[in-house]
């Protein structure tokens, strides 16, 4: 066996994330992202875990699908721009922003979401990554609880570290 036949989910997963559950509103979301407690690590801070009523996965969450639920929900014909009375249709806007606050996080979420095992190898991971056309973390389940999250940046250092030999890591990329 290879070194890459070796490496699993298990090894590249992150077991420190967010986590919430689906009853968390938009309020409460965003004063968590936005509190000063918050890691400067915006990669591994931008992706939630969302959990079901019994702790298992129910989805994924991240600050760009929640301006897209926010702005699908009753906030259209009030953005900031167009020809009309700017004014107007600001305070409109952020009128329509104030009503989405208490929505829950549910209808927001990211359920359909590719999830790993932590046996995976490396393949499988890297299919999984491929069957979205954009995220930065992935689920880790085991027995339908989550374990952790594969963060990309994690994933593409690994496979940088098999690829490339010592030296061609180390030395700079001259441009």
């Known amino acids: 066996m290879t070194k890459t036949q070796n490496i699993t989910a298990a090894d590249l997963l992150t077991r420190q994330y967010l986590r919430l559950t689906r009853a968390h509103t938009v309020r409460e979301v965003i004063g968590i992202l936005g509190g000063p407690h918050q890691s400067t690590n915006t990669a591994q801070t931008n992706m939630m875990v969302v959990l079901d009523e019994d702790g298992g996965f129910a989805g994924l969450l991240d600050p760009q699908m929640m301006l897209q639920g926010l702005m699908t929900k009753g906030m259209q014909g009030s953005s900031p721009v167009g020809d009309e009375d700017v004014a107007e249709r600001e305070s409109a806007f952020w009128a329509g922003l104030q009503q989405q606050l208490d929505r829950s996080i549910a209808e927001m979420l990211w359920q359909n979401v590719p999830r790993l095992e932590l046996g995976d190898r490396l393949p499988r991971i890297l299919?999984?990554?491929?069957?979205?056309?954009?995220?930065?973390?992935?689920?880790?389940?085991?027995?339908?609880?989550?374990?952790?999250?594969?963060?990309?940046?994690?994933?593409?250092?690994?496979?940088?570290?098999?690829?490339?030999?010592?030296?061609e890591i180390e030395s700079p990329i001259r441009l």
Do not use: I
């Open 127 to 167: 299919a999984a990554f491929c069957e979205v056309e954009e995220t930065s973390a992935l689920p880790v389940l085991a027995n339908g609880q989550v374990e952790g999250l594969v963060y990309l940046g994690d994933l593409f250092t690994t496979v940088a570290g098999l690829v490339l030999g010592p030296q």
